[in-house]
């Protein structure tokens, strides 16, 4: 079906004057109702499936099925020793290699990974935060080798390591040396790789650590100040940087909480932008962000349910009027999804999409007392989170003293003990449990993935101008020592195959490691 162009000015009309004044329209600031005039009647979210297991062939041969399924945007999976600079015959990557992503320690990984899918014709983004510098590199290395220029590449890296700190774990370095490597992708992308999202800053991590909604919006957006203003001491003017900032939130089954909070976050950026910061463009402004279903809420008890749970979540979502969306499968309480179940899960967004109608309108629930009541109290809730924080010094000075981590834990602690006294009801769980559940047929890693990367890597090193890498990573260590921008140092790197630890390695010289103290 086509889909029907709706003017700016027609949007909302419908509504009381007072109500459009102090919310507007789609598209215009504070962008609570959306940041596109015509949202989803214009173009439909991005349905991103996140993806990435075993060896860079076998989630390639994932990547051509999403695709063929009707997917259109590519989202990167990574295994732990990836996320954490190691190459996959490294002592410290033993019995993870593959496990919970895809392996990659060099540019022919990267290559086998993309091998049969050209970078200009789709967005590819990337769940990688401390070597984040070294993934990126890798991608617009093989962009030239596809003679795709890096101005037309298009994708989002994660690159968000506060959060890291906070809720996850995947962190190298302290936090200074790890903004400077962030703010390093600010500038090196607005010169070099303009359509690209420099940062996916994530509430998403947080929210799966047991915060409440309140808490993923505002810690996140503590975490986004801290971005910039290290982006802003290092040069950049909010109007280059702040239109490639991107954001990454949860949606869990509360529905009406879940549209509340993607308003009032939009709401909430607008404001912070504008009037903290000074920002003038209203692509500045504009909080455009990825969404995913919450793992956390899926079950391994009567695991079909998570079909509804999936459904329930996206729907939020939409409703909410996310840019992009990847929908859990229903075998994620087990394991990595099968063939069968992604496809389900991709299944449900695209039902949600052609045949539901919420898509039709550009915010089906406008106006609605619930949900602007919900939006208000979120916004005013989070504010005060962010006025503690700013007391503190600021989203650096909360993580060291264990103020976030504290509170997400306090949050967790409550749900569990509700949970447990039956006063917080999970079906299948607490609640309307059967003697026998169903387990799915699960996707297993095979051992022998480890085996076969080490041999890549062997074959890589032996073909590889060993004397080209020595003095790339040479050239970086001396870069990292002073204060250049390192872009340019690990992108000369990873061309000439430096791996990923080889690289990581240099700067774990130069900036040490990051170790979190203890949390009570």
Known sequence: MERLYVPPETVGQEFAADYVERVGFPGQYPFTRGVYPTMYRGRLWTMRQYAGYASAEETNARYKFLLEQGQTGLSVAFDLPTQIG????????????????????????????????????????????????????????????????????????????????????????????????????????????????????SGYHIREAGSTAVQEVAFTFANAIAYVEAAMQAGLSIDEFAPRLTFFFAAQNNLLEEVAKFRAARRLWANLTRDRFGAQKPKSMMLRFHTQTAGVTLAAQQPMNNVVRVTIQALAAVLGGTQSLHTNSMDEAFSLPTEETVQVALRTQQIIAHESGVADTVDPLAGSYSVERLTDEIETSALSYLDRIDKMGGALAAIESGYMQGEIQESAYRYQNAVEAEQQVVVGVNHYQTEEDHQPRLLRVDESVQTAQIERLKQVRAGRDNGAVERAVAALQDAAQGDANLMPYIAEAVEVYATIGEICNVLRRTFGEYRASSVV
């Not at 990659?104 to 990974?113: F, K, P, R, T, Y």
């Not at 970078?119 to 401390?130: G, H, P």
């Not at 703010?183 to 070099?192: A, E, L, Q, V, W």
């Open 86 to 201: 190691y190459d996959a015959d490294d002592p410290m990557a033993v019995g993870e290699v593959g496990k919970v992503g895809v392996s990659i320690s060099s540019l022919a990984d990267v290559e086998a990974l993309f091998s049969g899918i050209p970078l200009d014709k789709v967005s590819t983004s990337m769940t990688i935060n401390s070597p984040a510098a070294v993934l990126l590199a890798m991608y617009a290395a093989l962009g030239k080798k596809q003679d795709v220029p890096s101005d037309q590449l298009r994708g989002t890296i994660q690159n968000d390591i506060l959060k890291e700190y906070v809720a996850r774990g995947t962190y190298i370095f302290p936090p200074a040396p790890s903004m400077r490597l962030i703010t390093d992708i600010f500038s090196y992308c607005k010169d070099h790789m303009p359509r690209w999202n420099t940062i996916s800053i």
